[in-house]
């Protein structure tokens, strides 16, 4: 059963803590891709990766670290220099990020802090 | 500075009605328009796309209608039904340059 995984659904986040959100991927894609979602905010670009061992920042990085060391993996770390966290985060991958191919979405992590 | 501007926030129709939901944009080089449809407590999944060189596109009830000189493109959903209320997003991106670049979305709701 192909697709994204993320993980966890949901995730709180104590003041001054680092988070990690998971996500996994069996598509054998090259480009994968974090956005925050706020509602009313559409879908910014934090990071991505199109190969492994190789990222860039998108729109809103501050904050957050990423790490592409395998294919199917890319992490998104929220550090405690995010000072506004709670969102809805979606990782996304697609065949070639050098073309425009179709995006598949996983079906999110939503981040709140306690 | 937002580069894909999406109006209504909002919308409501009848179930049967047209859904149309509109986007403009300001970067003339974006030569990909897709939108994405997303239900709630889920990623979103691409609806359907459209490239300059065409004006209107056509699957199944939804079209996209593309304006090249009014930078404006918009999708239409005839026959609307329950089960496309969702939040739907339209998007623009330059062909193998940049990631897509998403509007603020507009959620639908189609009541009976």
């Known amino acids: 059963d192909g697709g994204i995984t993320q993980s966890p659904k949901y995730l709180f986040r104590k003041e001054g803590q680092n988070v990690t959100l998971s996500c996994e991927q069996n598509?054998?894609?090259?480009?994968m891709y974090w956005y925050r979602q706020d509602p009313g905010q559409g879908l910014r670009l934090i990071y991505y990766?199109?190969?492994?061992?190789?990222?860039q920042k998108g729109d809103i990085a501050e904050g957050y670290s990423v790490s592409r060391e395998k294919k199917e993996s890319f992490p998104l770390t929220v550090t405690s220099a995010q000072k506004n966290p709670t969102a809805f985060y979606l990782c996304?991958?697609?065949?070639?990020?050098?073309?425009?191919?179709?995006?598949?979405f996983g079906s999110g992590t939503q981040l709140s802090v306690l | 500075q937002q580069q894909v501007k999406q109006s209504p926030q909002s919308l409501i129709v009848q179930k049967g009605g047209i859904s149309i939901i509109n986007c403009a944009y300001e970067n003339t080089a974006f030569d990909y328009f897709p939108w994405y449809q997303q239900f709630p407590g889920k990623g979103p999944a691409l609806l359907i796309a459209i490239r300059p060189d065409v004006s209107e596109k056509k699957e199944g009830r939804f079209t996209i209608s593309f304006n090249k000189s009014a930078k404006q493109f918009s999708l239409h959903i005839m026959d609307s039904q329950p089960g496309d209320s969702a939040t739907y997003f339209c998007?623009?991106?330059?062909?193998?340059?940049?990631?897509?670049?998403f509007g603020k979305g507009t959620r639908l709701s189609v009541i009976a």
């Open positions: 990766s199109q190969i492994v061992n190789d990222f």
């Open positions: 996304a991958s697609s065949n070639n990020g050098a073309t425009n191919e179709k995006l598949f």
């Open positions: 598509l054998n894609h090259d480009a």
């Open positions: 998007a623009a991106s330059i062909e193998g340059n940049t990631p897509l670049v």
